[in-house]
């Protein structure tokens, strides 16, 4: 297969090719809009003695979040399109929404908790993991977005990543509160198989990590600078970015650095240095 030809062949079918070759564990397979005209297809493989990410089992349990949550978020997603799931929307009635779920999110802690984690329709899953983003910062609502890092679903995760971001400033601003939001699954999200954990989990760490705390560095280093060296050698700029900016992080180098490095397309010295033993 050459770039630009068409693929003939189904998803199903190159993973399971795939997934005979001597030394393959797991493959998947990604098409993903766009560069120019085409979709770029990402292949993951995971070979054996490689990092592995172990997903929640699916749950099984009939329910649904509170009526009152369902309307809201329902005429919420129906008035902002798009951006009400993949952005923070912006204006008066957004305000007006994030407040009466701020109230809902409280009033029907519960319900979240339970749906997050016990449900087993992904789409309730998926509405109570971004409805958490706008209620009261508790240590119950970052757990279970936390845990729901690592849902069966990739809809629910790349959503919990989302909030978890959205809340990241609100739990800075209260460190009295005690709560804190840890890395761990982000991070070890690099090494999913499929391409869409990576790209979210990538543009949450670069967030995330603006700080420069040392230890999660340090952990990405040992746990994923593989990862990041494989995703910020993609050809699609706007794909490899978010991990090129980590690995420039990992390397030590200053923030104008890493964006200079980038415009002049100085891949490999960021990697030769990401590489150089920490001092």
């Keep these: 297969m050459r770039t630009g030809d068409p693929l003939s062949v189904p998803k199903a079918d190159i993973e399971e ?75 008066p009635t957004a305000e007006a929404y994030s407040k009466n779920f701020e109230h809902l999110a409280r009033d029907h802690a519960d319900s979240l908790h339970r749906v997050l984690r016990e449900s087993g329709d992904t789409e309730q899953r998926a509405m109570a993991a971004d409805i958490l983003r706008y209620g009261p910062v508790t240590r119950a609502a970052v757990d279970d977005l936390q845990y729901a890092l690592l849902d069966s679903d990739r809809t629910v995760r790349a959503t919990a990543m989302r909030s978890l971001q959205s809340l990241a400033p609100r739990v800075a601003a209260e460190p009295d509160l005690g709560i804190r939001i840890e890395l761990t699954w982000f991070i070890e999200l690099l090494n999913s198989l499929d391409w869409y954990d990576r790209d979210q989990a990538a543009t949450a760490l670069v967030g995330l990590t603006e700080v420069r705390d040392q230890g999660a560095l340090d952990f990405m280093r040992v746990r994923a600078l593989a990862a990041l060296i494989d995703m910020a050698r993609w050809k699609t700029p706007a794909h490899a970015h978010a991990a090129f900016v980590l690995v420039g992080r990992i390397a030590g180098l200053k923030e104008k650095d890493i964006q200079e490095a980038w415009g002049r397309g100085e891949k490999e010295r960021v990697v030769k240095d990401a590489l150089k033993p920490p001092r």
């Design 17 to 91: 090719r795939l997934e005979k070759v001597s030394g393959v564990v797991a493959a998947r397979v990604s098409a993903v809009c766009c560069a120019g005209d085409a979709a770029v297809l990402y292949v993951g493989i995971e070979e054996r003695d490689a990092p592995h990410v172990e997903f929640h089992t699916p749950p099984t349990t009939i329910l649904s979040l509170d009526e009152a949550l369902l309307v809201t978020y329902r005429d919420f997603v129906a008035y902002f399109g798009d951006s009400a799931r993949s952005g923070d929307p912006t204006g």
